[in-house]
């Protein structure tokens, strides 16, 4: 085989992984995951509108997490609005709130889960929270998204925050 070839096969492989990448990422921007877009916007209003019962601002949406082997993993077939509480101390809002509660070495996790159809991929999944960033924007301007690869933070009130401490 020729070098030539060789690299002829490799960029007709990098080109068919990107074209389904894109491909995913067009399916969600064109409503193909408005269904679970939903049912995360509803489970963060929730979690939002009820900040005081969790005594918590800041948010992640992503992944939701689940406990294997006494490790807190990425469960591949959810998604979620969670919180950390290191202490326990808002362990009785977010059961008040129904949020599923995950502790790990004593360190407690609450989340409000969203099951998946399907497990999905890294470009889907990255088209999904880009989709659910924007209309967390869109309702809701003066909350601080911060975006990481497979996941958003989220603290209410943040930008109003920032522009008083700047002042």
């Known amino acids: 085989m020729s070098l030539a070839f060789v690299i002829l096969v490799l960029m007709a492989f990098f080109c068919a992984v990107a074209f389904?990448?894109?491909?995913?990422?067009?399916?969600v921007n064109a409503g193909g995951q408005d269904q679970v877009i939903k049912k995360v916007l509803v489970r963060y209003k929730k979690l939002r509108e009820n900040q005081?019962?969790?005594?918590?601002?800041?948010?992640v949406i992503g992944p939701a997490q689940e406990v294997r082997k006494g490790a807190l993993l990425d469960n591949p077939k959810a998604l979620a609005v969670r919180i950390l509480d290191e202490?326990?101390?808002?362990?009785?809002?977010?059961?008040?709130?129904?949020?599923?509660v995950l502790t790990v070495k004593e360190q407690f996790y609450y989340q409000f889960p969203v099951e998946l159809?399907?497990?999905?991929?890294?470009?889907?999944?990255?088209?999904?929270?880009?989709?659910?960033?924007?209309?967390?924007?869109?309702?809701y301007p003066d909350d601080f998204i911060g975006r990481a690869a497979n996941y958003l933070t989220v603290v209410i009130d943040g930008k109003k925050l920032l522009k008083h401490l700047d002042s």
Do not use: H, S
């Open 52 to 59: 005081e019962a969790v005594k918590a601002n800041a948010f």
């Open 87 to 100: 202490k326990g101390t808002r362990r009785d809002g977010a059961a008040q709130l129904g949020m599923e």
């Open 117 to 139: 159809e399907k497990e999905m991929e890294n470009a889907e999944l990255v088209a999904v929270l880009t989709r659910i960033k924007e209309k967390i924007e869109e309702r």
């Open 20 to 27: 389904r990448q894109q491909m995913k990422r067009d399916k």
